[in-house]
């Protein structure tokens, strides 16, 4: 079936040449991510239609433009709920897009609240606190070392070798610092020693499945002891990945086990990632879930995923739009 899909995006030229900076826009897609997305789409024997930003869609949308699905990325710029906004606009106008609804988009980009609807799901996780104000740090009631992080952001930012506390009395003034560079609340968690994965899903409720995990490993160029945003920046030089397959390791058989009930208790849907970090015992416990995962294909954790099982790019973008288009209402 050839559908005319909408592409939405945040364009990091764009906003680059609006004079935001190099960090504000870390999040947004390059233009060769959208190219590579548009040509997949027509290699799937698509119609590709790019959309472009939220204001974008909007204005579309109220000139009367319609498409039978949108393949979604944007990431939104102002709120808590940036990346419901293009969402929301969608199901107003009841066009199927990609990648999970408004509720959960908004849940999973505050870090807190993501944890404690999978701490009280039985989802393991580490203890946490979020810290509206460097005051508020006095209420952890766990010991050092800490690892703190800003509560609502992506692609590493805030994070760097400065987030890793190893006394007490350095976590408020540290808090304090960090609340007032990124303009938000900031999550306190013990730093958790043990091995990092990264955990592809595919997939919608019953139907998701664990792809593939890579488990990060910094090399000796990398900023010490986290995934920082430097690191991620530049992983080519900095950072390796090694891939597991299933029953290759119970570490990781146990990684996904946890990351696919993560995603399944969140209503998380098509495709993404959760992140995974062990703890001193080596038990792996959830950290976080993108379910907005970057896609550009060489540079994006997911494909990168997708790359070392050696499943094509254009598998993975045709199994998103497949699980997406399921959501698309049969007319008579």
């Known amino acids: 079936m050839t559908l005319t899909i909408g592409l939405t995006y945040d364009l990091r030229s764009e906003y680059l040449a609006l004079g935001y900076t190099e960090l504000e826009t870390a999040e947004f897609d390059r233009d060769d991510t959208i190219t590579a ?30 498409w039978d699905l949108v393949f979604n990325i944007a990431e939104g710029l102002h709120g808590i709920g940036r ?3 293009v969402p ?23 870090k807190g609240m993501t944890k404690r609807i999978v701490r009280d799901a039985g989802v393991p996780t580490s203890d946490f606190h979020v810290a509206e104000t460097g005051a508020d740090a006095e209420g952890v009631g766990f ?31 540290a808090c304090d610092r960090m609340i007032r560079i ?50 991620k920046a530049q992983f080519e030089e900095r950072v390796f990945y090694r891939l597991f397959r299933p029953g290759e390791d119970p570490v990781v058989d146990r990684a996904e086990a946890v990351s ?20 001193a015992d080596g038990r792996p416990l959830f950290m976080e879930v993108n379910p907005l995962a970057g896609i550009h294909p060489h540079h994006s954790d997911l494909p990168i995923i997708c ?24 007319t008579a």
């Open 37 to 66: 997305i548009e040509g997949a789409l027509g290699e799937l024997g698509h119609r590709a239609e790019r959309i472009g930003n939220g204001r974008q869609l909007a204005a579309a949308l109220v000139a009367g433009r319609r």
């Open 88 to 110: 929301a606009l969608l199901d107003l106008y009841e066009i199927p897009y990609t990648f999970s609804d408004p509720l959960v988009m908004s849940l999973t980009l505050h």
């Open 83 to 85: 990346e419901a906004q």
């Open 307 to 330: 790359k070392h099982l050696g499943f094509p790019y254009l598998s993975l973008i045709q199994t998103i739009v497949d699980s997406a288009a399921s959501r698309i209402r049969k």
């Open 143 to 173: 010991g050092p070392p800490y690892f703190i992080k800003p509560v609502a952001e992506g692609t590493g930012k805030g994070i760097s070798p400065a987030s890793i506390l190893r006394d007490r009395a350095e976590l408020a003034p």
């Open 182 to 231: 990124h303009r938000q609340a900031v999550i306190i968690e013990p730093y958790l020693p043990g091995r990092e994965f990264t955990v592809g899903i595919l997939g919608t409720g019953a139907s998701a499945r664990a792809l593939g995990t890579i488990e990060v490993h910094l090399r000796e160029t990398a900023e010490p002891g986290v995934y920082s945003y430097v690191n």
């Open 260 to 279: 696919l009930s993560a995603w399944k208790v969140l209503g998380c849907r098509d495709a993404g990632r959760i992140d995974i970090r062990c703890d």
